[in-house]
């Protein structure tokens, strides 16, 4: 990504000290100055985590002069939620927004987050912005969210998104991240059921939440 961005200036518009900002966030005073001076590249991650830490959409922390790129919303994640695999999906919603730089020339897309079996994350309503796994041609990563989807020949397809994790063995795991009882526990990505075929779909890139 690129290095420039606008943390100083909607630092200063909040009256905000770098010091107040490494205290919400957990980064150095340091790190945040290289990363305001376009010395140092902010990441996915610390962009979402400064962001949220001042109030704003990860995307208004990027130049205005990076390109937007219109992004469809096309479903729903849900646990729980089984649909038809010929069920048609009517929203027109589209998000126009910046796309950082690793991501431009692929299809993202965007999904709605419904119910608490992520919640500890993306609280319901997040939109998350995703990358399908053919064209990042990569390997799942621990500790990055994907979409998963779980097709039943029987029920259809429960489309979800859970946190990439590799035990000390080495088994695969789709692990949600929720306050709730009904969705703390693990998905084995290694171990199929009977009529069941579980893929790994897209990765989540980032996500934009509400107030």
Same mark, same amino acid.
């Given at each position: 990504?690129?290095?420039?961005?606008?943390?100083?200036? #909607?630092?200063?518009?909040?009256? @905000?000290?770098? /010091?107040?900002?490494?205290?919400?966030?957990? @980064?150095?005073?340091? $790190?945040?100055?290289?990363?305001?001076?376009?010395?140092?590249?902010?990441?996915?991650?610390?962009?979402? @985590?400064?962001?949220?830490?001042?109030?704003?959409? &990860? %995307?208004?922390? @990027?130049?205005?002069?990076?390109? %937007?790129?219109?992004?469809?919303?096309?479903?729903?994640?849900?646990?729980?939620?089984?649909?038809?695999?010929?069920?048609?999906?009517?929203?027109?919603?589209?998000?126009?927004?910046?796309?950082?730089?690793? $991501?431009?020339?692929?299809?993202? !897309?965007?999904?709605?987050?419904?119910?608490?079996?992520?919640?500890?994350? *993306?609280? /319901?309503?997040?939109?998350?912005?995703?990358? %399908?796994? /053919?064209?990042?041609?990569? =390997?799942?990563? &621990?500790?990055?969210? *994907?979409?998963?989807?779980?097709?039943?020949?029987? =029920?259809?397809? /429960?489309?979800?998104?859970?946190?990439?994790?590799?035990?000390?063995?080495?088994?695969?795991?789709?692990?949600?991240?929720?306050? %709730? &009882?009904?969705?703390?526990?693990?998905?084995?990505?290694?171990?199929?059921?009977?009529?069941?075929? #579980?893929?790994?779909?897209?990765?989540?890139? !980032?996500?934009?939440?509400?107030?």
């Amino acid at each position: 990504m690129s290095a420039e961005n606008n943390i100083r200036e #909607i630092r200063d518009s909040r009256k @905000l000290t770098l /010091e107040v900002l490494a205290e919400r966030t957990g @980064l150095s005073v340091g $790190y945040l100055s290289r990363l305001e001076k376009g010395a140092r590249n902010l990441s996915l991650k610390n962009m979402q @985590l400064i962001a949220d830490s001042m109030q704003v959409q &990860p %995307h208004e922390l @990027l130049p205005l002069q990076t390109s %937007h790129h219109r992004i469809p919303l096309v479903g729903e994640v849900q646990a729980g939620k089984w649909r038809a695999t010929d069920e048609p999906w009517e929203d027109p919603e589209v998000f126009d927004i910046p796309l950082p730089e690793p $991501y431009k020339g692929l299809r993202p !897309f965007a999904l709605r987050v419904l119910g608490p079996s992520m919640n500890s994350i *993306y609280p /319901e309503g997040s939109i998350l912005i995703c990358c %399908h796994v /053919e064209e990042l041609q990569e =390997d799942p990563i &621990p500790g990055k969210r *994907y979409i998963i989807e779980d097709c039943d020949e029987a =029920d259809g397809i /429960e489309t979800t998104v859970k946190e990439f994790v590799v035990d000390a063995e080495g088994r695969p795991w789709a692990w949600p991240r929720s306050t %709730h &009882p009904e969705f703390q526990s693990p998905m084995p990505l290694d171990i199929g059921r009977p009529g069941h075929t #579980i893929r790994i779909k897209a990765r989540v890139i !980032f996500s934009l939440k509400g107030e």
